[in-house]
Structure formats: C-alpha cells, structure tokens
C-alpha cells in the first residue's frame, strides 16, 4: 500500500508576527536610545573600562567569588552529611547552622564579621573556657574588609549550599547505599563513591546558578569597602562624580563574567547530564 505524502501547510498566526515586530521596534528604539544619550558619557565608559583599577576590583571580585563558593561548597557537603546523620547532636548542629544563616540577612552579616573585633577584640588558639591562649592577634588587624567578605559570604554561602546537596543525596535511590553497604563499602566510601557521583546531576545545575548569583552578590562588599568591583566604581565616580558611567562600567564586567559563568554551567551541567541519555 503506497503512503500519500502529507503536505502540511503551517497555519499563518498574525498575532505573533506582530507581536514579534512590536517587540523588535522597542529593542531598537531602547537601543538608540541609550547610544546617542550623550547624558551616559560613553566616552568616560570607554575610558574606564580597561582602567586599572577597575581591573584590580575585578580581580578582587573574582577572588571572592571563587574563594566563597569553593569553601561554601565544602561546608555545604560537610552540614549536609551531618543533617541525614544518625547522631541527634550533629543533625541539631547542622539544622541550627542552616537555620540561622539562611534567615539572616547577608548583609547584617558582612556587616557583623566586619566589626567582630567589637565582640572579640582579640582572637586566639589556645585551652577554651578560660584556659591560656597560646596565640593571639588583635581581630582588627586580622579580619580585614577581604577577610571579612571571605567570611560572610562562605558562610552563608555554606548554609545554601547545605540543602541542595541534602537534595541531592535524598535523590539517589536508597537501594544504591544498600547495595554498596552489602559489598562491604564503609560509609565514607559509599558517599564518595556511590552517593555523591550520581547526586551531582541533580546538585550541579543549582549550583552553577548560585556562582552567578555569587558574582553579582560580591558586589554587597561594597558597604564594607571591600575593594571588589562595585567599591572601586564608587571611589572612582567620587573623584570624578560621573556616576552613571562608572555603573555602566561595573555594569558591563558583571555581565561579562556572569555570561562566562553560565557557558561553563551549561557544558558542565551537559557533561554531567550523559547518564541520563538513553
């Protein structure tokens, strides 16, 4: 029996068409419109642009960012573990760490790791509940505005971090554990082992979305002078009181860093993506 062949002819939808030139229309005028505003300054845009020292806060920026999230990712594994342990103590600890620092604002918190030599003057190592202290340093000295950044930001980083691998270990079938467990794996060589690489397909994807949010929230490093891109902007437009350009600079190397993060996030959330394929 020989097969008609079917000529689908594809309905005409007007709507869109104009809907689409509508759409178009505005981006070009939006576009022109910020290009011949001579209120932007784009001349003092491209001359800030490569300035050095905006590349020295985009150094800084990135430092933060890939410091936090490397540190905030451990500390996430490691309360996550501790959350689906068997111990009450460890579980309460983890619950409480998460609890508390996803409830705070991150800004109070930068803001009270930057002044934490109100609280502690000094920090040391040494015997706790009054015991002798056998190094100490003044905390103002130690726990500089890099220092205090680093530390807001990892852990509260940390606490985000702690439910979506929580998530994604609660993803995978608990036959795999058991299964492992029956072979004789100790409990450290199941997770590394069985656990954590098939949990990655459901981690990495909010992972990678929490680098980029992590890029743009170093920028809240600002109002402890930091020395990250946004504080550099600032102390520039200060001196010079171009304001708006100076944004639209910091502006432009966010979305450039933002844009590269989230390539990488998709080749890495490609890659580990394969075991699903059929």
Avoid: C
């Avoid at 229309?25 to 300054?41: G, K, P, R, S």
């Avoid at 350009?245 to 390539?263: E, G, N």
């Amino acid at each position: 029996m020989t097969e008609l062949p079917i000529n689908a002819v594809k309905p005409r939808r007007p709507g869109r068409m104009v809907a689409g030139a509508a759409a178009g229309l505005v981006l070009i005028w939006f576009a022109y419109t910020i290009i011949v505003n001579e209120n932007l300054h784009w001349d003092v845009v491209v001359e800030h642009l490569f300035d050095g020292r905006v590349l020295g806060g985009l150094g800084v920026t990135i430092a933060l960012t890939l410091l936090s999230m490397v540190l905030g990712v451990a500390l996430g594994v490691l309360a996550a573990v501790m959350q689906l342990s068997d111990n009450s103590v460890l579980r309460g600890a983890a619950g409480l760490y998460t609890w508390f620092f996803r409830g705070t604002p991150l800004l109070v918190q930068l803001i009270f790791w930057f002044n934490i030599g109100l609280v502690f003057p000094m920090i040391g190592v040494g015997i706790p509940f009054g015991g002798p202290m056998f190094v100490e340093w003044q905390a103002n000295a130690l726990v500089t505005p890099f220092v205090a950044a680093a530390l807001g930001l990892t852990i509260n980083e940390g606490a985000y971090m702690a439910e979506i691998v929580r998530a994604g270990i609660r993803s995978v079938d608990p036959g795999q554990q058991e299964a492992a467990e029956a072979l004789g794996m100790s409990h450290r060589q199941i997770l590394r082992r069985v656990v954590l690489p098939q949990a990655m397909r459901v981690i990495i994807p909010p992972t990678g979305n929490q680098f980029v949010s992590m890029l743009k929230t170093t920028s809240m490093v600002s109002v402890i002078a930091g020395a990250e891109l946004l504080t550099v902007a600032q102390r520039i437009y200060l001196g010079n009181f171009e304001v708006i350009a100076l944004l639209i600079v910091a502006s432009m190397w966010y979305l450039v860093l933002t844009s590269v993060a989230s390539v990488g996030q998709h080749f890495l959330e490609k890659r580990f993506a394969r075991g699903e394929r059929s």
